[in-house]
């Protein structure tokens, strides 16, 4: 299965595998806390907020489900420079903490979304790798690449919660 999300003014658009829009995603990561996944009718179908240290979604497809699943964000554990390593200089002082790990509950069973140095997104379950999510820092498209059937709203919460942790360590310079 594969989705595309594009990215235009004010939205981000979600596209099916047979290419129909299946509806959009609200909001910027950039521009505040939260994004919303809406069906072509326009009705919140989740909501993704940003919070200190992950993020919260809430679903609004199904009452009987947990209404708010807490997200956290496990970061990259870094070893003490002493002198003596790779020397990687003052850049190293200020770069905050990579989120490499997240793990969301699905319908389909959970999903663990890691990030890696070189920002490359993969997707695995307890099997291991299930799938990817490719051009995360491009405008011009993403796709969110699944070995397994998922319903595409889910596939969308899967690709905002990395666009948050692909965002996580980013350094806003006023």
């Known amino acids: 299965m594969k989705i595309r999300i594009k990215e235009c003014v004010g939205n981000s658009r979600i596209y099916g595998e047979d290419g129909s829009m299946a509806g959009t995603i609200e909001g910027w990561p950039k521009?505040?806390?939260?994004?919303?996944?809406?069906?072509?009718?326009?009705?919140v179908l989740y909501r993704v907020r940003k919070e200190k240290g992950g993020c919260l979604i809430e679903n609004r497809t199904k009452p009987q489900i947990k209404q708010e699943v807490p997200i956290s964000f496990q970061y990259e554990e870094r070893a003490e420079n002493s002198g003596s390593g790779k020397g990687y200089g003052a850049a190293v002082l200020f770069r905050a903490p990579l989120a490499v790990k997240a793990v969301i509950p699905l319908a389909a069973g959970d999903?663990?979304?890691?990030q890696n140095r070189k920002r490359e997104i993969v997707l695995e379950d307890q099997n291991?790798?299930?799938?990817?999510i490719t051009q995360i820092a491009s405008l011009t498209g993403h796709e969110v690449e699944w070995e397994k059937t998922l319903d595409?709203?889910?596939a969308a919460v899967v690709f905002v919660v990395a666009e948050y942790m692909y965002h996580d360590d980013d350094i806003d310079v006023v």
């Open 111 to 114: 999903v663990m979304v890691r």
């Open 31 to 43: 521009n505040g806390p939260a994004r919303e996944i809406c069906g072509t009718d326009g009705n």
């Open 152 to 154: 595409v709203y889910e």
């Open 128 to 132: 291991g790798r299930i799938g990817r």
